[in-house]
Protein backbone atom coordinates (compact mmCIF):
# COMPACT_ATOMS: atom_id res chain seq x y z
CA UNK A 1 0.00 0.00 0.00
CA UNK A 2 1.08 3.16 -0.40
CA UNK A 3 2.96 5.28 2.20
CA UNK A 4 4.32 8.10 2.98
CA UNK A 5 6.83 8.50 5.79
CA UNK A 6 7.85 12.27 6.80
CA UNK A 7 10.85 12.84 9.40
CA UNK A 8 13.09 15.64 10.70
CA UNK A 9 11.16 18.00 12.50
CA UNK A 10 11.62 19.45 16.00
CA UNK A 11 12.44 22.86 17.42
CA UNK A 12 14.50 25.18 16.18
CA UNK A 13 15.19 28.79 16.70
CA UNK A 14 14.34 31.75 14.28
CA UNK A 15 16.93 31.93 11.67
CA UNK A 16 17.98 28.55 11.53
CA UNK A 17 17.58 25.82 9.01
CA UNK A 18 16.03 22.10 9.34
CA UNK A 19 15.97 19.41 6.31
CA UNK A 20 12.56 17.58 6.58
CA UNK A 21 12.03 14.08 4.62
CA UNK A 22 10.09 12.02 3.48
CA UNK A 23 10.81 8.02 2.72
CA UNK A 24 7.78 6.70 0.17
CA UNK A 25 7.08 3.27 -0.53
CA UNK A 26 4.27 1.35 -2.13
CA UNK A 27 3.98 2.77 -5.57
CA UNK A 28 6.04 3.90 -8.66
CA UNK A 29 7.57 7.27 -7.46
CA UNK A 30 9.39 8.45 -10.28
CA UNK A 31 5.82 8.79 -12.13
CA UNK A 32 3.95 11.40 -9.71
CA UNK A 33 4.70 14.86 -8.50
CA UNK A 34 5.38 15.65 -4.52
CA UNK A 35 4.09 18.50 -2.34
CA UNK A 36 4.79 19.50 0.91
CA UNK A 37 1.69 21.40 2.51
CA UNK A 38 1.58 22.92 6.50
CA UNK A 39 -0.87 23.23 9.10
CA UNK A 40 0.00 25.93 11.55
CA UNK A 41 -1.80 24.60 14.99
CA UNK A 42 -5.95 25.28 15.06
CA UNK A 43 -5.51 26.60 11.68
CA UNK A 44 -6.39 25.19 8.28
CA UNK A 45 -4.20 23.92 5.16
CA UNK A 46 -1.44 25.99 3.36
CA UNK A 47 0.18 24.47 0.20
CA UNK A 48 3.97 24.91 0.81
CA UNK A 49 5.91 23.57 -2.77
CA UNK A 50 5.45 21.42 -5.48
CA UNK A 51 7.90 19.52 -7.50
CA UNK A 52 7.40 17.93 -10.93
CA UNK A 53 7.53 13.96 -10.94
CA UNK A 54 11.04 14.09 -13.14
CA UNK A 55 12.40 17.53 -11.04
CA UNK A 56 11.98 19.58 -13.79
CA UNK A 57 9.99 21.91 -12.72
CA UNK A 58 9.24 23.32 -9.12
CA UNK A 59 7.02 26.27 -7.36
CA UNK A 60 5.94 27.46 -4.08
CA UNK A 61 3.89 29.58 -1.88
CA UNK A 62 4.83 33.59 -1.40
CA UNK A 63 5.40 32.72 2.17
CA UNK A 64 8.59 30.55 2.11
CA UNK A 65 9.65 31.67 -1.55
CA UNK A 66 13.67 32.17 -1.66
CA UNK A 67 13.72 30.31 2.27
CA UNK A 68 12.39 26.53 1.47
CA UNK A 69 13.73 24.28 -1.29
CA UNK A 70 12.19 20.94 -2.66
CA UNK A 71 14.31 18.65 -3.83
CA UNK A 72 13.85 14.56 -4.67
CA UNK A 73 16.10 11.94 -5.25
CA UNK A 74 13.64 9.34 -7.38
CA UNK A 75 16.72 6.71 -6.67
CA UNK A 76 15.94 6.79 -2.79
CA UNK A 77 11.91 7.27 -3.46
CA UNK A 78 12.33 9.94 -0.99
CA UNK A 79 11.28 14.00 -1.49
CA UNK A 80 13.26 16.59 1.09
CA UNK A 81 12.55 20.26 2.03
CA UNK A 82 15.40 22.40 3.08
CA UNK A 83 13.99 25.25 5.27
CA UNK A 84 16.09 28.22 5.75
CA UNK A 85 15.96 31.10 7.63
CA UNK A 86 13.07 29.81 9.84
CA UNK A 87 10.38 32.37 11.47
CA UNK A 88 8.26 31.88 14.49
CA UNK A 89 4.90 31.47 11.62
CA UNK A 90 6.52 28.79 10.38
CA UNK A 91 5.87 26.43 13.11
CA UNK A 92 3.16 23.81 11.74
CA UNK A 93 2.89 20.38 11.24
CA UNK A 94 4.50 19.56 7.93
CA UNK A 95 2.95 16.82 5.85
CA UNK A 96 4.46 15.23 2.27
CA UNK A 97 1.68 14.82 -0.15
CA UNK A 98 1.42 13.37 -3.89
CA UNK A 99 0.07 14.38 -6.51
CA UNK A 100 -0.83 17.64 -8.30
CA UNK A 101 -4.17 18.32 -9.53
CA UNK A 102 -5.26 15.27 -7.41
CA UNK A 103 -3.46 15.22 -4.52
CA UNK A 104 -4.54 11.90 -2.83
CA UNK A 105 -1.78 10.12 -0.05
CA UNK A 106 -0.69 12.37 2.81
CA UNK A 107 1.62 11.51 5.34
CA UNK A 108 1.43 11.60 9.10
CA UNK A 109 2.87 14.71 9.37
CA UNK A 110 6.24 15.96 11.35
CA UNK A 111 6.06 19.10 13.48
CA UNK A 112 8.16 21.68 13.22
CA UNK A 113 8.12 24.42 15.60
CA UNK A 114 10.40 27.68 15.84
CA UNK A 115 10.78 29.02 18.85
CA UNK A 116 13.63 30.98 20.82
CA UNK B 1 -7.05 34.75 4.14
CA UNK B 2 -7.70 31.59 1.62
CA UNK B 3 -8.07 31.46 -1.85
CA UNK B 4 -11.04 29.29 -1.75
CA UNK B 5 -14.18 30.25 0.65
CA UNK B 6 -16.02 28.00 2.73
CA UNK B 7 -18.06 28.21 5.38
CA UNK B 8 -16.14 28.17 8.68
CA UNK B 9 -18.98 25.70 10.47
CA UNK B 10 -21.90 23.63 9.73
CA UNK B 11 -24.08 21.82 11.39
CA UNK B 12 -26.72 19.01 11.04
CA UNK B 13 -28.47 16.00 12.93
CA UNK B 14 -28.27 12.18 12.72
CA UNK B 15 -29.91 11.70 9.30
CA UNK B 16 -30.21 14.74 8.33
CA UNK B 17 -28.06 15.57 4.94
CA UNK B 18 -25.84 18.97 5.12
CA UNK B 19 -24.05 20.90 2.29
CA UNK B 20 -20.74 22.43 2.13
CA UNK B 21 -19.89 25.22 -0.28
CA UNK B 22 -16.48 26.16 -1.73
CA UNK B 23 -16.16 29.11 -3.95
CA UNK B 24 -13.02 29.87 -6.34
CA UNK B 25 -12.13 31.67 -9.34
CA UNK B 26 -11.20 31.06 -12.70
CA UNK B 27 -7.86 30.20 -11.89
CA UNK B 28 -8.39 27.17 -9.77
CA UNK B 29 -12.18 26.04 -9.55
CA UNK B 30 -13.09 27.45 -13.14
CA UNK B 31 -10.34 25.31 -14.72
CA UNK B 32 -9.51 22.33 -12.83
CA UNK B 33 -10.97 19.86 -10.86
CA UNK B 34 -11.77 20.23 -7.25
CA UNK B 35 -10.61 17.36 -4.33
CA UNK B 36 -12.22 17.13 -0.43
CA UNK B 37 -10.78 16.27 2.19
CA UNK B 38 -11.63 14.80 5.96
CA UNK B 39 -9.82 15.57 8.77
CA UNK B 40 -10.47 14.15 11.90
CA UNK B 41 -9.13 15.78 15.07
CA UNK B 42 -5.18 14.71 15.20
CA UNK B 43 -5.10 12.68 12.09
CA UNK B 44 -3.61 13.54 8.36
CA UNK B 45 -6.19 14.80 5.74
CA UNK B 46 -7.93 12.37 3.77
CA UNK B 47 -9.27 11.98 0.59
CA UNK B 48 -12.56 11.99 -0.02
CA UNK B 49 -13.97 13.41 -3.04
CA UNK B 50 -11.16 13.94 -6.25
CA UNK B 51 -12.05 15.31 -9.46
CA UNK B 52 -15.05 17.07 -8.13
CA UNK B 53 -17.85 14.04 -7.79
CA UNK B 54 -15.91 10.98 -7.55
CA UNK B 55 -14.88 8.79 -4.14
CA UNK B 56 -11.95 6.62 -3.69
CA UNK B 57 -12.12 3.14 -2.83
CA UNK B 58 -13.94 2.87 0.59
CA UNK B 59 -15.52 6.41 0.86
CA UNK B 60 -19.51 5.68 1.47
CA UNK B 61 -21.85 6.65 -1.01
CA UNK B 62 -23.18 9.21 1.59
CA UNK B 63 -20.72 11.65 0.39
CA UNK B 64 -20.91 13.16 -3.33
CA UNK B 65 -19.53 15.94 -5.02
CA UNK B 66 -20.40 18.65 -7.47
CA UNK B 67 -19.31 21.69 -9.28
CA UNK B 68 -20.30 24.67 -11.07
CA UNK B 69 -18.30 27.60 -12.76
CA UNK B 70 -16.08 28.59 -10.14
CA UNK B 71 -17.64 27.08 -7.52
CA UNK B 72 -17.82 23.06 -5.85
CA UNK B 73 -19.77 21.64 -3.22
CA UNK B 74 -19.63 18.61 -0.55
CA UNK B 75 -22.91 17.23 0.30
CA UNK B 76 -22.85 14.23 3.50
CA UNK B 77 -26.51 12.25 3.10
CA UNK B 78 -27.75 9.96 6.37
CA UNK B 79 -25.39 12.06 8.72
CA UNK B 80 -23.70 10.18 10.96
CA UNK B 81 -21.86 10.78 14.52
CA UNK B 82 -18.27 9.85 12.78
CA UNK B 83 -19.11 12.40 10.24
CA UNK B 84 -17.78 14.94 12.66
CA UNK B 85 -14.91 16.85 11.00
CA UNK B 86 -13.35 19.54 9.95
CA UNK B 87 -13.76 19.62 5.38
CA UNK B 88 -11.50 21.55 3.11
CA UNK B 89 -11.81 21.91 -0.31
CA UNK B 90 -8.76 21.88 -2.96
CA UNK B 91 -7.89 22.85 -6.25
CA UNK B 92 -5.01 23.12 -8.55
CA UNK B 93 -4.72 27.11 -9.47
CA UNK B 94 -3.16 28.17 -12.99
CA UNK B 95 -1.72 31.52 -12.12
CA UNK B 96 -0.12 30.90 -8.35
CA UNK B 97 1.04 27.39 -10.13
CA UNK B 98 0.27 25.60 -6.50
CA UNK B 99 -2.26 23.73 -5.01
CA UNK B 100 -4.98 25.97 -3.18
CA UNK B 101 -7.32 25.24 -0.36
CA UNK B 102 -10.41 26.61 1.43
CA UNK B 103 -10.25 27.84 5.13
CA UNK B 104 -12.22 24.62 6.13
CA UNK B 105 -15.22 23.56 7.33
CA UNK B 106 -16.15 22.51 11.36
CA UNK B 107 -19.00 20.00 10.90
CA UNK B 108 -20.91 19.44 13.96
CA UNK B 109 -23.75 16.51 14.34
CA UNK B 110 -25.78 17.80 17.01
Known amino acids: QVQLVESGGGVVQPGRSLRLSCTTS????????MNWVRQAPGKGLEWVAV????????NYADSVQGRFTISRDNSKKKVYLEMNRLRVEDTAVYYCVRGYDIVDYWGQGTLVTVSS | QSVLTQPPSASGTPGQRVTILCSGS????????VNWYQQLPGTAPKLLIY???QRPSGVPARFSGSNSDTSASLAISGLQSEDEADYYCASWDDRLNGLVFGGGTKLTVL
Open chain 2, 51 to 53: SNN
Open chain 1, 26 to 33: GFTFGSYG
Open chain 1, 51 to 58: LWFDGSNK
Open chain 2, 26 to 33: TSNIGSNT
